[in-house]
Structures are given as structure tokens and as C-alpha cells.
């Protein structure tokens, strides 16, 4: 047993959700072996609800590797501060977004799409995988992320510490949420006019008390029109993630969505597309898939704009049951919140080529 063969082995161990060894991903430093002990320290960029896996399985194939030594392990875990930089040419508006790193906007060409279900989903899986997130809820005629996250009751906060009345974002699952939602009653109606829509929408942006953000996701409302463009002309959009169904006439206004983004007035980058109720699969016949609104739509549209396809998200009951329930499908480990698992990673993937 060497320091090489033992990074050999180490190779066998692959991060669940970034689905590569954890040695390329550099999370393997300062191997050592003396006096019958393996140690080396396992590193993790950010905090990582699978460290206690990756530990265990980095045990198990060591001594499986080796099986003919006696040996203790010694793995120092570590998790890499993360220092945010501050965001540049910002104006004095804009400051509550200073140490926010991304801001991806979810959007859709048309209603009924689940767009506010994936939003809630993929918030939820990048906190899971160590990110610190936020989200917005944008869709200020029609707000429900409070329903979604079962936190109607909740009442926000005023800070004015720093010389500027704040709004406290809701905190649960690691997640901080805002809504239009929390200032009005779930039975009263949004009846408001472009350019007081629009006004709501920067204050959910820019006068929330965001701190320190990898992510923070904007649930839009669903269409192309004023509280769009005030959106991509006040906040500093890092990019766009359009969410569609198959079906033809939902992906007609998807071309619109992407060509709204795409526009030489606006000018931002699209992530790619994901297309959501993709196919259905009932619980009693788990390897059926059911094509109800159409096969390959969005595929289909990608391909035309060269755009990539981020995830397909089933058409599954429990979806639809933890969005109704307040919990999630995305807090579960399980298989029904596998695909927003994934789409998570790919979503960390796309963003950080905006960079490259």
C-alpha cells in the first residue's frame, strides 16, 4: 500500500449528485499513510448534506481495496470558506444584490405549466447540495409559493438597521423565500396595472434583506410583458431558465419567452429549457411511461434555438401532493425527487459556463 494506490482507490468513490469521482473533483488532499493509519482530508467546497455518505463509502472501498491490511482510517472533513465577492457596477438600488452571485429567472411563455412547482423544487435541491439560496415569487398576479412551502401565515419583517427599511425573507430548507403572497390574503385578488405590478416586482428583488447568495431564483409570471421587461431592465440578471410542457401550444409561446431573452434590448443568457409533465408514470406500473401532452416538444424547440434541455420532470402525483401539502418532493432523498436532484446539477453546470 502506497500514497498513489490509495488515490487509485479513492477514484472508486463517486459524488452522488455530481456523479464524478471525488478525487478529479479535487476534494481529496494531504494523503498520508504511516504507522498503520490512512489519512487524508476530505474537502468540500461548500457545506454538503452527503459528506457523511461520501465518508462511508470512502471507508468501505479502501478496505475493500486492501483487504489484506490491518489499518485505521483517519478522514478529516472540511468545509472551504466561501468568500461571496461583491458584485460590481451595481447602482445604490441595486446593493441588496451585492453578494447575491447568480440571479437566474424562471420563466414560461404560458400559465399551468408548473413553473412555481419547479421553481420551489429546484430552490429546494440547491440547497440540498450545500448551496445558499433564495427565491422570489414574481408572479405577482397569481403568487404561490406561500402555498407551495407552507408558509401562509407567515407575516414579513422590517429591518432598518442599515438606514433602509428591509424586508426579512422567510427561511426554511435552507431557502430564503419572498413572496407578494405574504402581504395579502390568499383570497384577495391582484388587481393591479402594468407599472404597479412592476414596482411590486423590484421591491421583492431589491429591497429584500438577501445577504449572501450562490443562487437566487425569480419565479416570473408567466407571458412577455411589462413586469418582464422592467425586470431585465432594473435587476441584474445572470440568465434565464424557460419552463415548458410539450404540447404545441404551450411551446408556440415558448418561442416567445425565448426570443423576448434573446432580443437585442434585452440581451440575456438562456440556461436552456426544461421540459416539465415530460411523460406519466403511475405509481402501480413504475416503468410505464404514458406521453399525455405530446413527446419531444421541447427537444424539438432546443434543437432550433441551440439551446440545451436542463431536465424532464415527469408527471407524478407525489409532485403534485407536496406542492399541495407544503412539502416539497425535493426534501425527499427518494425517486420521485430524483429529477430535480439532477436538474439542480445541471442548472449549477450552465451557470457556471456564464462565467467562463
Known amino acids: 500500500m502506497d500514497i498513489k494506490s490509495i488515490e487509485e482507490s479513492l477514484k472508486k468513490v463517486i459524488h452522488p449528485e455530481k456523479e464524478e469521482d471525488i478525487v478529479s473533483l479535487g476534494m481529496v488532499e494531504e494523503i498520508k499513510f504511516e504507522d498503520g493509519r490512512v489519512k487524508f482530508k476530505l474537502i468540500f467546497p461548500s457545506p454538503d448534506p452527503l459528506s457523511t455518505t461520501i465518508k462511508r463509502e470512502c471507508e468501505r472501498i479502501l478496505r475493500e481495496s486492501f483487504p489484506n491490511h490491518q489499518f485505521k482510517l483517519s478522514i478529516m472533513e472540511l468545509v472551504r470558506e466561501r468568500k461571496f465577492k461583491k458584485r460590481a457596477h451595481l447602482n445604490l438600488d441595486q446593493q441588496t444584490l451585492a453578494h447575491v452571485d447568480k440571479i437566474i429567472a424562471i420563466a414560461s411563455g404560458k400559465g399551468g405549466v408548473g413553473k412555481s412547482t419547479l421553481s420551489v423544487n429546484l ?71 402594468g407599472p404597479m405590478a412592476s414596482t411590486a416586482l423590484k421591491q421583492m428583488v431589491l429591497q429584500v434583506a438577501w445577504g449572501e447568495l450562490d443562487y437566487l431564483l425569480v419565479d416570473l409570471p408567466p407571458g412577455t410583458g411589462d413586469v418582464h421587461i422592467s425586470l431585465v431592465s432594473d435587476i441584474p440578471l445572470s440568465g434565464a431558465v424557460i419552463v415548458s410542457t410539450p404540447q404545441s401550444v404551450a411551446l408556440a409561446d415558448v418561442e ?46 432546443a434543437q432550433k434555438y441551440q439551446l440545451p434541455i436542463l431536465g424532464e420532470i415527469p408527471l407524478i402525483q407525489s409532485i403534485r401532493e407536496g406542492g399541495d401539502d407544503g412539502e416539497p418532493i425535493a426534501l425527499s432523498d427518494g425517486e420521485d425527487g430524483k429529477s430535480f436532484h439532477a436538474l439542480a446539477q445541471r442548472v449549477i453546470e450552465a451557470a457556471a459556463k456564464l462565467e467562463s
Open 123 to 193: 430552490a429546494i435541491a440547491l440547497a440540498k447540495a450545500g448551496y445558499k439560496v433564495g427565491l422570489t415569487d414574481a408572479d405577482v398576479y397569481g403568487p404561490s409559493i406561500p402555498k407551495m412551502t407552507g408558509s401562509e401565515e407567515y407575516k414579513p419583517m422590517i429591518d432598518d438597521s442599515s438606514g433602509k427599511d428591509l424586508i426579512l425573507p422567510m427561511e426554511k430548507w435552507g431557502v430564503k423565500w419572498i413572496s407578494i403572497g405574504y402581504f395579502a390574503k390568499p383570497e384577495q385578488p391582484m388587481i393591479w396595472r
Open 256 to 301: 416567445k419567452g425565448i426570443n423576448m431573452f434573446m432580443a437585442d434590448s434585452v440581451k440575456k443568457p438562456i440556461l436552456g429549457l426544461v421540459e416539465n409533465m415530460a411523460w406519466f408514470t403511475p405509481a402501480e406500473l413504475p416503468n410505464n411511461r404514458y406521453y399525455i401532452f405530446g413527446k419531444d416538444g421541447c427537444k424539438e424547440v
